[in-house]
């Protein structure tokens, strides 16, 4: 089974910071890679997801993440955060099959 | 169209005491599923359903039952409620038949169960 590390429990930042937050995982064979959102009050949602192609995914509200294969990392960046951002964030991966593993999520605070 | 949606949102049981939590997507999606999620480790698959009568074991089905009871609904039971069930659970649902990897899996609200 693959296991997900996130490296950042809690990340607090102001607006218009950068934001890097990184994502490890185990598995050695074909992964499609996703990460999810959780506003405050709302549902999980998908941010963006990879499972061929260009490494450099590009998904909802400004958000991208690049996989690395040789460094089994998919890295979520948004070059310019906004308070709406305030929000947790899964890494997620599976083996192109259902069993989606997750990381343990990190918080992320942004201060207006 | 209101996607996945979940009952009850919050529940208080006493240990033994017995539930079932109820799922239902209007997405006519193939695939369901029963997450639980708990401070610091993330969300963890209890149960899968491929199709219409068809469950799978997730990572932590112990002291869980599902039914499948038609393509929309997908409920959770706890038989014999124990503290370390209190947790998040979260129902989700996608589109491929037996769960094509890549396929978004679409969340429901939660539900907030303690049990004391």
């Known amino acids: 089974a693959q296991s997900v590390s996130q490296h950042n429990h809690h990340v607090i930042l102001s607006e218009a910071a950068s934001l890097e937050l990184g994502c490890n995982y185990s598995?050695?064979?074909?992964?499609?890679l996703f990460w999810y959102v959780q506003y405050p009050g709302q549902h999980l949602q998908l941010l963006l997801k990879y499972f061929s192609g260009d490494p450099l995914v590009k998904g909802i509200k400004g958000f991208e993440a690049e996989f690395i294969k040789s460094k089994f990392s998919f890295n979520l960046r948004k070059p310019s955060v906004q308070w709406s951002d305030t929000a947790e964030y899964f890494c997620a991966v599976n083996s192109n099959d259902y069993k989606l593993s997750f990381g343990a999520g990190t918080t992320v605070t942004v201060r207006a | 169209n209101a996607g996945v949606t979940q009952t009850p949102k919050f529940q208080v049981l006493k240990t033994g005491q017995s539930m079932t939590l109820q799922c239902a997507q209007d997405?006519?999606?193939?695939?369901m599923y029963w997450y639980r999620q708990d401070p610091g480790m993330g969300l963890r698959l209890i149960y899968y359903?491929?199709?219409?009568?068809?469950?799978d074991k997730g990572e932590v089905p112990n002291g869980y039952n599902v039914s499948r009871l038609n393509k929309r609904e997908f409920s959770l039971r706890l038989e014999s409620a124990a503290p370390s069930q209190t947790s998040v659970y979260f129902c989700?649902?996608?589109?491929?038949?037996?769960?094509?990897?890549?396929?978004?899996?679409?969340f429901g609200p939660g539900t907030r169960l303690t049990v004391l």
């Open positions: 359903s491929a199709s219409e009568g068809t469950t």
């Open positions: 598995y050695g064979g074909t992964v499609n």
């Open positions: 997405m006519n999606h193939n695939s």
């Open positions: 989700a649902s996608s589109e491929a038949l037996s769960g094509r990897g890549s396929d978004t899996q679409y």
